[in-house]
């Protein structure tokens, strides 16, 4: 079992940054990557970035050099920043992390967790 909880969303006028954070809890031990979603107005969940414990990160073509994922330790928690915010990235941005726990049979099994989500409003 692992919480995540978003913070750090906002309105913000266009042009201006923010920068959301992620804090996982609960069975960290078994997490390979921690990231974000997000949900516009109008579209389906998108993937925005990830981060692997090993440090690989991954952005979506969408993102175009505006969006920044970072963490020294992707166990624990991970950060998006967003800079030059436009009227479109206005949506509930989701934290997403994926692990690997052993079953009864000693096999390890994937699981994918969410968190609550936090708004980000790009309004002038």
Same mark, same amino acid.
């Given at each position: ?6 913070? @750090? @969303? $906002?309105?913000? +006028?266009? $042009? ?9 809890? @609960? ?5 390979? /990557?921690? $990231? ?10 998108? /993937? ?9 990160? +991954?952005?979506?073509?969408?993102? %175009? ?37 052993? %079953?009864?049979? $000693? ?5 994918? /967790?969410?968190? +609550? @989500?936090? +708004? ?5």
């Amino acid at each position: 079992q692992v919480q995540l909880v978003e913070s @750090g @969303g $906002g309105l913000v +006028q266009p $042009g201006e940054s923010l920068k959301l954070s992620c804090t996982a809890s @609960g069975s960290v031990f078994g997490l390979y /990557f921690m $990231g974000w979603y997000r949900q516009v107005s109008g579209k389906q969940r998108e /993937f925005v970035a990830s981060i692997m414990t090993t440090g690989k990160i +991954q952005y979506a073509d969408s993102v %175009n050099g505006r969006f920044t994922i970072s963490g020294d330790n992707p166990k624990s928690a991970v950060y998006l920043q967003i800079d030059n915010l436009k009227s479109e990235d206005t949506g509930v941005y989701y934290c997403h992390a994926g692990a690997t726990y052993a %079953n009864d049979d $000693g096999v390890e099994q994937m699981y994918d /967790f969410w968190g +609550q @989500g936090t +708004q980000v409003t790009v309004s002038s």
